[in-house]
T-cell receptor, first 118, second 109 residues
Framework: DTGVSQDPRHKITKRGQNVTFRCDPI?????LYWYRQTLGQGPEFLTY????????KSRLLSDRFSAERPKGSFSTLEIQRTEQGDSAMYLC????????????????FGSGTQLSVL | GQSLEQPSEVTAVEGAIVQINCTYQ??????LSWYQQHDGGAPTFLSY????GLEETGRFSSFLSRSDSYGYLLLQELQMKDSASYFC??????????FGSGTRLLVRP
């Protein structure tokens, strides 16, 4: 169990540019989530995958945001035409539908990608 | 839709007991979770309650009352390292978690 990895840790970009983040979940986990968190707030749900299928996407999520999980392994989150309001910590989490460690409800979070849009 | 309410900040002294409350409104409910997050760190799982009652894990306990749409996290024998933000989260009929805005716990010597 090497944990959930996210890359990059920090991203600074200019408004209007596109950015892409990568998440490598724990290898045996079939569920993968993207959340966004701003200072003083809880993680806000963005989207969720079961294997390679994107099962749910937040209604609050702009069409500028897209996520993929090819082959049900790593995932990418792309933000097109970034805006200053996109500045936040983008968190990836994974979980398993197998009862490992007593519960299937445990999400394992990565350290996040801190995005700053100038 | 879903909404969760928890106090924004709680202060307690080392060695004391503190309770962090969470009330929720959801269109479907499959359980209440608690996560801890230190400044600059990732959220880490503490506990999960699907049924009414108390779940104990070491110094931490979590309680759920489904009829009252209410739960709490109880931290005993507080240590300085417990200073962090604590989030309650509900799972609805899908597998996503909806998080509250968090309670910042400050433990003083």
């Amino acid at each position: 169990d090497t944990g959930v990895s996210q890359d990059p840790r920090h991203k600074i970009t200019k408004r209007g540019q596109n950015v892409t983040f990568r998440c490598d979940p724990i290898s045996e986990h079939n569920r993968l989530y993207w959340y966004r968190q701003t200072l003083g707030q809880g993680p806000e749900f963005l989207t969720y995958f079961q294997n390679e299928a994107q099962l749910e996407k937040s209604r609050l999520l702009s069409d500028r945001f897209s996520a993929e999980r090819p082959k049900g392994s790593f995932s990418t989150l792309e933000i097109q035409r970034t805006e200053q309001g996109d500045s936040a910590m983008y968190l990836c989490a994974s979980s398993s539908d197998q009862r490992v460690g007593g519960t299937t409800e445990k999400l394992f979070f990565g350290s996040g990608t801190q995005l700053s849009v100038l | 839709g879903q909404s969760l309410e928890q106090p924004s900040e709680v202060t307690a002294v080392e060695g004391a007991i503190v309770q962090i409350n969470c009330t929720y409104q959801t269109s479907g409910f499959y359980g209440l979770s608690w996560y801890q997050q230190h400044d600059g760190g990732a959220p880490t799982f503490l506990s999960y309650n699907a049924l009414d009652g108390l779940e104990e894990t070491g110094r931490f306990s979590s309680f759920l009352s489904r009829s009252d749409s209410y739960g709490y996290l109880l931290l005993q024998e507080l240590q300085m390292k417990d200073s962090a933000s604590y989030f309650c989260a509900v799972r609805d009929s899908s597998y996503k978690l909806i998080f509250g805005s968090g309670t910042r716990l400050l433990v003083r010597p």
